[in-house]
């Protein structure tokens, strides 16, 4: 048993502590990783404010290591012949199998009883603290050094790489795409400009749909510059709401967990339109829709997937993606991580910085 300093709450009550946790080393370990930078995001928010009732705490204790986002670097390795070393840069998954059919093909994502763990979130502790252990399967590499100043993204990228992976299989049942076989001209709206509606934004793109980001709020001028730069449009849409719904939607990517933004934005999807649900907020208040809402999405065929989670494969694709941008942009996905604080500073959990797309912890 050792000491270290770590990020706790107590789940689902909420609350934040920086405070001395007791560390249990396995007796056959594999790896020793310690956090270069952890990411903080909604989930880890709503935890914090006790408004996510589906994390608990690890059986038996009384208390949850936050942190599901992160960059570490292997400290010690029991054994430097399987292909990852001492020194190495990884990232490790979120999401731990239980013993569903889809958990036991790798796929815990797609778990199928709830029987799964999540550290950071639902009964494994997370990733903020000053080092853990891991077993190596639950590792992704990232071999290019170059990216290790926005590989912390890795982990919210490879939500947008699964959401993507459903837009693929569901848009496939009838002909998606345009007379000319591309999407140009395919209208995508992202709604939410937090990291996630950023990264799928650019997914968007990389798709080649004319994709706008939308809020209810103005967004800081750099900010829409950096959408602007890959291409993205942004839309205040509480000033207008026309432009975001002129020549309908093809594809409706939702970060809000907001049901009366969702269902605003799905009266207007196109024939045989897809919508993609990846945000939760469980304390979003009610919003109706009545039934000439569903005749509108049967007579569409419009196709409405929940997304949550993704897997290894995911993580290994949103790292070549991460590569590929940081190639083709230089510099502005760093500029995502608007700001770097101290494990100390837990006030980053109660209230969001000005103008934030992603808040980071260095651990020293
Ligand atoms: C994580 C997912 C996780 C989800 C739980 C997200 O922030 O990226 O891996 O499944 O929270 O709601
Ligand atoms: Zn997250
Ligand atoms: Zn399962």
Known sequence: MSSVMALTTRAPRGGVTYEIIDLEEPENFEVKLKPVYTGICGTDRGIVRGSLPFAY????????????????????????????????YVVP???????????????????????????GITGLHGFMREHFYDRIENLVKVSDSNISDIAVLTEPLKNVVK????????????????????????RSVVVGTGTQGYLYAFMSREYGFDTMAVNRHPIEDSNVEMLNSFG?????????????????????????????TVFRFMKYLNYNAVAILFGTNGKAPEAQVDGSFIDYLVERNITVAGVVDAAKTHYETAIRYLRKWKYIHGDALSNMITAKFDPADTGVFTSKPHGEIKSVIKWS
């Open 93 to 119: 998954l979120v999401r731990r199998p239980g013993g569903c059919v889809n958990c036991s093909i790798g796929r815990p994502d797609n778990c199928s009883d709830g029987d799964k763990h999540e550290a």
């Open 163 to 186: 959401g993507f992976e459903v837009f693929d299989v569901v848009s496939r049942r009838a002909v998606y795409a345009g007379k000319d076989s591309t999407l140009d001209g395919k």
């Open 232 to 260: 993205v449009n942004f839309v205040d849409y509480s000033k207008n709401e026309g432009e975001v719904v002129k020549g309908g939607i093809d594809l409706l990517i939702d970060t809000s967990g907001d049901p009366g």
């Open 57 to 88: 705490n690890p059986e038996g204790e009384d208390r949850l290591v936050l942190g599901h986002e992160s960059l570490c670097r292997v400290l010690e390795i029991a054994d430097n012949n399987l292909g990852i070393k001492k020194g190495d």
